[in-house]
């Protein structure tokens, strides 16, 4: 079935830094969702996007589309430590079911 | 109030046993959904119900058997269970329908942990 990988898996970085998590597929998405996980909750949607080349930005947090819209990034400014929890992307192929990547697990060292 | 409740929020049971785990949704959703997060956070979707109709049935045992008795609920039923069946169970709903696709956010349950000892 179709994938969708993201990179890294976990990532650890100093309080104050920023942070990327890429998401990356070898077929054309439909759409691109960012989830947030914190550790012990459930997945909450942050964003979703749909155009090629599409940016968004949510305070901190600047999402894009690729021009291909095979790949996406989550890009966070300055990390605070209530960025911590697992970051997932999850994308549709067609009308198909949404399919998450793999997360990147982020960790804030204060 | 809480948009997609779970229960329970922790199972703890031994081998072999049978389980069930109930979801509601209270946001008027079609479409409601199981997935399974194990140890390393992948989250794998198991089932897909669009106004209690099976429309996703991933490559799953068939000791878990999904049922909605109305599009406001999904439940979930697992037969002889096993150490591998341990992990976190999410429930989810959107308004995504077949016609429409899956492209709409989807509001996820508490979850699920459960363990089999």
């Known amino acids: 079935g179709q994938q969708v990988m993201q990179i890294p898996q976990y990532q650890h970085v100093q309080e104050g830094e920023d942070f990327t998590t890429y998401c990356n597929s070898s077929t054309t998405l439909s759409n691109i969702q960012w989830y947030k996980q914190r550790p012990g909750g459930h997945p909450v949607f942050l964003i979703q996007l749909v155009k090629s080349g599409e940016v968004k930005k949510q305070k901190r947090l600047t999402f894009q589309f690729g021009e291909a819209k095979k790949n996406s990034s989550l890009h966070i400014t300055a990390t605070q430590t209530t960025d911590v929890g697992t970051y997932f992307c999850?994308?549709?192929?067609?009308?198909?079911?949404?399919?998450f990547g793999t997360g990147t697990r982020l960790t804030i060292i204060p | 109030d809480t948009a997609v409740s779970q229960t329970p929020k922790y199972l703890v049971t031994q081998m072999g046993n049978d389980k069930s785990i109930k979801c509601e949704q209270n946001?008027?959703?079609?479409?409601m959904y199981w997935y399974k997060q194990d140890s390393k956070k992948f989250l794998k979707i198991m089932f897909s119900y669009n106004n209690k109709e099976l429309i996703i049935n991933e490559t799953v045992p068939n000791r878990f058997s999904p049922k909605s008795p109305d599009k406001a609920h999904l439940n979930l039923h697992i037969n002889s269970l096993e150490l591998g069946d341990s992990a976190v169970y999410f429930c989810?709903?959107?308004?995504?329908?077949?016609?429409?696709?899956?492209?709409?956010?989807?509001?996820f349950g508490p979850g699920t942990r459960l363990t089999v000892t």
């Open positions: 999850a994308g549709t192929f067609g009308n198909e079911k949404l399919t």
């Open positions: 946001l008027g959703h079609d479409t």
């Open positions: 989810a709903s959107s308004q995504a329908t077949v016609a429409a696709g899956y492209r709409y956010e989807q509001y």
